[in-house]
């Protein structure tokens, strides 16, 4: 893994290896001028003075994580490699818990109000919030990394998904207009497809319920291939429990359950939904961005003998792909999207019920909640030295997260390492 270099005029340089970084800093001549990704600063040099080389952002969009490359041109060495993961899902769990605590307050404090119809307007291009947020995560980072390193050219994996091809590998012609419903009703087609049983206890003869096997709460759909038919009780023991758990003491009937339903869609279709706003808003950078397909990715890394991961898949994409690619020593950085707070202005119970106002600062003291510090704790219970996340309170004395244990401590013992930024960081 390299180390991004900057000149005195904050130009990028070429990333440099990490013993020279080191040796430029012991000897004064850099600074540390960013952790994550780590960036030193040149304190006696100009771009004008330097000689840089083209490197290449290499993108591989993902639904759930998003796999990033930095490849210098000439040499095929990979200069750093990141794993973006992103929140789409919690935006959606989000979304859905506000939509349903106003719904509700609506229909208690203002049930006189008449429903409002069509005054909503979006402007063209808009995008649901969990899905917007993906593309503004990797638009964030192509961004970042053009600031840090002489960057040419981008490469994107523009992977297209056919969802029923996915579902059934033998269709083929009309039978992609007609669903998979077609000639039936929905509970019809579940009382043939699972032959008249509870699929949990196999009872017969009684009154079933249609089961969603993949809880709504747990971010299960309604489409047909996430139903089954259940008993009663099964359905009220199963409640909003994974399958798995569920049913683990049966794991024949897991295992027939997982074979005849069939894999969800909702990541296929984030990806297929994002690929071509995301090549418009990377094409208005100014660079040239190179497309290339999933079949081609695989290709480039199995002729090359790389295993799969998501940086790795990130460095074959596209025909640009030198064939000898310098992977020793990379370790890619871990970066989960946090967000940057709340907007709610008021603070509720699990119920809905108001119990706090939000502070209308998001600062105290010269820190706020996310900042990674180090803390040189001098005396008392937790004496020591310690480096993690802070959350401040409005008063001397904030929470700091580390290695998986929670204390309070006063910030005259704090430093800031890195400032908030809206992602969790692990190298």
Known sequence: MRVFVLDKNLKPLDPCHQARARELLKKGRAKVFKRYPFTILLLDRTVEESVTHPHRIKIDPGSKTTGVAVVQEKTGRVTSALEVSHRGQRIKDALESRRALRRGRRNRKTRYRKPRFLNRTRKPGWLPPSIESRISNIETWVRRIRKLCPVTAISQELVRFDLQKMQNIEISEVEYQRGELFGFEVKEYLLQKWGRKCAYCGAENVPFEIDHIVAKSKGGSNRVSNLTLSCHSCNQSKGNKPVEKFLKKKPEVLKRIKAQAKTPLKDAAAVNTTRWELYRRLQSTGLPVELGSGGLTKFNRKIRGIEKTHWTDATCVGTSTPMRLL????????????????????????????????????????????????????????????????????????KLTTGGKSFDVHPKYLKTIHKADGYEYVS
């Not at 209308?360 to 180090?374: H, P």
């Open 327 to 398: 992977l020793n020593g990379v370790k890619p950085l871990i970066i989960k999207a946090k967000g940057h707070g709340k907007r709610q202005r008021c603070g509720t119970d699990r119920y809905g019920f108001p119990i706090r106002h939000a502070p209308s600062q998001k600062s105290f003291m010269g820190f706020q909640t996310g900042d990674l510090v180090k803390a040189h704790v001098r005396q008392g219970k937790y004496q020591g030295n310690y480096t993690g996340r802070i959350a401040i309170r409005f008063k001397p004395s904030f």
